[in-house]
């Protein structure tokens, strides 16, 4: 089991510059510390009668105080922020940058590169709550998670000392590249191929739905390279930077009200140096697994945050909005299916918790079932959230003014993306309950 701090300070300790300093507040509201969050937290009562209070039974102290932290900064920014930011066809780098700044982006990385010491519990809380007040980073999924996890536990010391600082600060981000146009959940599919010229590579292939490549120095893709013992083709990961020669990238137009943009990547016999390669050509499955299951703990975490943001603005609504004598929350057609959805929330997060944990503690074969799980429940509680929150609302629901409207494509992600949720079904019926596949 990996060794988890002693010290709860470093979760909110401002990220630290090249040269070791800590970065100028820049004005900011100064952020509390784990301590004073701690000391902040109301007690066991309803902090909130009427509100969705999700209680975190599983979670240590410091986890908490780091909740509570992140939830903080999230309200600062909250939806219309978001929004804002959409409509103006940009990044949420205002955030971003405070972010990590405050060592939020990070929290899951190592100290001696600047992160946090935590894990990938830590960094779902972080997505959580901003989730939950309506500001998520989805980039959170990508760059720390995938990336940086892929490259803390896998790199050489010069692929770590080079890239994990900066994607723990927020300075450098960091793009993952593994879907293609014929190799969705059929990995075994990937066509992207890298054949050694010399002593560099050579990286061909075609990219889809790329999340955040305009805003990335750097995209971890997964190609293939042929074993020389058997002539079979096995999977490898390689940091290719988006200005190299040969690297094309093409806009997709989503009908998604998000910030990140995603893209089609066209590689063509792109030259890479040797040392663009992560960690054992001959272990490369095994580091990309190591990268899926963050994926899959973060899109639940994603979803989550979403739901609860959903959730709470129909209770709003409920608690206020009168058409007979008493407020419409208080019937049971209206009051039933949100605390449904509530229920949904809190079971999909303990999933997720359990996954993390696993994953954290050095189990990737728990975590890989586990995350698969918390991933599909996460979806599922999602989409019924902010189905139920827009038929609250009723015709307000599918106004701008009441910001649900945008969740109903936003949700259907988390049943899609990474992996869909039949391919988690079927996961479990092989792997779970000892069924045979059909494919």
């Known amino acids: 089991m990996r060794p988890r701090r002693a010290s709860a300070t470093s979760y909110n300790r401002p990220a630290r510059t090249r040269n070791g300093s800590a970065p100028p507040s820049e004005g900011r509201e100064t952020q ?4 004073s969050a701690a000391r902040a937290r109301p007690a ?6 009427g509100r969705p209070h999700m209680t975190p039974v599983i979670e240590s102290e410091e986890q908490k105080d780091l909740r509570a932290a992140v939830a903080a900064l999230g309200k600062r920014y909250g939806r219309d922020y978001i929004t804002r930011t959409v409509a103006e066809g940009r990044h949420p780098t205002e955030l971003w940058a405070e972010a990590g700044k405050l060592g939020y982006l990070g929290v899951n ?7 946090g010491g935590g894990g990938v519990a830590e960094l779902s809380i972080v997505l959580e709550e901003l989730g939950a007040a309506g500001s998520p980073l989805l980039m959170l999924v990508v760059s720390p998670a995938i990336c940086g996890t892929v490259i803390a536990r896998f790199g050489t010391e010069e692929q770590k000392r080079t890239w994990l600082p900066g994607i ?7 793009a993952f590249g593994i879907t293609e146009p014929d190799a969705g959940s059929n990995s075994h599919r990937i066509t992207t191929t890298a054949r050694r010229d010399g002593d ?3 990286l061909t292939g075609r990219k ?4 955040g490549v305009d805003i990335a120095d750097a995209v971890l893709i997964v190609g293939r390279t042929e074993d020389a013992r058997t002539g079979r083709l096995k999977p490898c990961l390689f940091i290719v930077p988006p200005d190299a020669e040969g690297f094309q990238r093409n806009p997709i137009d989503m009908e998604l009200n998000a910030a990140e943009k995603q893209f089609e990547l066209v590689l063509d016999d792109v030259r890479l140096p040797a040392d663009a390669l992560v960690g054992d050509e001959d272990a490369g499955l095994l580091q990309l697994f190591a990268g899926l299951n963050p994926e899959r703990i973060m899109t639940a975490a994603f979803a989550i945050g979403m739901g609860r943001y959903a959730l709470s603005r129909a209770l709003d609504y409920a608690r206020e909005r009168t058409v007979w004598k008493t407020p419409i929350g208080a019937h049971q057609a209206i009051a039933h299916p949100l605390a449904r959805a509530h229920i949904d929330l809190e079971l999909a997060r303990l999933m997720m918790q359990k996954a993390a944990h696993l994953y954290d503690a050095g189990d990737d074969v728990g975590a890989g079932e586990a995350a698969n799980m918390a991933k ?14 827009v038929h609250t609302l009723g015709g307000n629901g599918l106004t701008r003014e009441y910001g649900l409207a945008s969740l109903i494509t936003a949700a259907r992600v988390a049943r899609i993306a990474p992996v869909s949720r039949e391919m ?4 479990v019926s092989h792997q779970s309950l000892g069924l045979p596949k059909s494919y």
């Open 424 to 427: 988690i079904l079927n996961y």
């Open 109 to 115: 990385l190592p100290e001696e590169y600047g992160g």
């Open 44 to 49: 066991t009562h309803h902090p909130h009668p």
């Open 376 to 389: 599909y429940a996460a979806g599922e509680a999602c989409v019924n959230a902010v189905d139920q929150a």
């Open 200 to 202: 560099d590579w050579l």
């Open 208 to 211: 889809v739905f790329i999340s």
């Open 32 to 35: 509390p510390t784990c301590g």
């Open 168 to 174: 723990a600060d927020g300075t450098r981000t960091m």
